[in-house]
Structure formats: C-alpha cells, structure tokens
C-alpha cells in the first residue's frame, strides 16, 4: 500500500509525483467519446486547427482526472475513504497531444473527523505541468483518509 494514513501527513509536505505521462490522440478521443463531449476543439483536426490555437485541444476534464489519478499512488492508495470535494479548478494553459505531463501535490490543512475517530480531513493542492515547466492544471482536493489504527 503507497497511500498514507490520517496521522502520518503534515501540513506543508510536498510530493513530486514520480510518473509522468504523454498525452496521446487515443486518449482524447476516448476521453471525449466515452463522456459524450462533442466539442470539435476537442474532435475535428480542421476545426481545431481554424482555431486561435491552430491545433487539436485535449479535453480538460481528461486533464483534471489524470493530474488526479498520477497523486493518488502517493497519497490515497489504500488509505482512502472517500473523496469528500475538488475545489478551485483551474486549467490556466491548454494542454495539446503529445504534451508530457507531471504532477505534484501538497498538503494544505488537516482536520480530525468527528465523524470517525482516528480519520480526518486531508486537503491536497495538487498542480499539474507540462515539459516546458508550464502550469496547465490545479485543484484542491479534500480526502477522508483512515487512521493508522482504524
């Protein structure tokens, strides 16, 4: 188990993510499909292209839930409870295929849950950026996480 418990993050702890991953044609295509977007900035070469951008966009949503899931082998793996929200989204560059992404996450606040003892509250920033350094995504996710002895 990667993850780790309630009691064993600190506030200020940063994690440069070890995998990266290159955004490729398929995965935008099946991204978009699979959630029934039809934006043809996303989809349509010739639209994209006619565009200010001059080039396919991948689709932000495939952004935010890859930023997400290359944080959670280090954060929330095993120990989590339950996603409680995602807050302050924000994509400030667009990201393109073939673009090299990264993440990297911190620990923001921590708060014991009332609810069950021993949990709590963990809330992560993560930032998402590409291989020129650029910042193409963020959020702030907040995590029930268990307690090493629940």
């Known amino acids: 188990m990667a993850g ?22 398929t995965d935008n295509l099946l991204f978009s499909a699979m959630t029934h977007n039809p934006q043809p900035l996303h989809l349509d070469a010739e639209a994209a292209r006619a565009s200010e951008f001059g080039q396919i966009l991948v689709n932000g949503t495939f952004t935010f839930a890859l930023m997400i899931g290359l944080s959670v082998g280090d954060t929330t793996l095993g120990t989590l409870i339950a996603n409680l929200a995602y807050d302050k989204l924000e994509m400030p560059k667009p990201v393109f295929i073939g673009d090299t992404l990264r993440c990297e996450t911190e620990v923001i606040a921590l708060r014991p849950s009332k609810s069950r003892p021993g949990s709590g509250v963990v809330t992560f920033a993560h930032r998402m950026h590409n291989q020129r350094n650029e910042l193409v995504c963020t959020c702030l996710r907040m995590t029930l996480i268990k307690g090493s002895d629940t």
């Open 4 to 25: 780790k418990y309630f009691d064993q993050w600190q506030v200020g702890e940063t994690i440069q993510h070890e995998i990266r991953r290159t955004v490729t044609e």
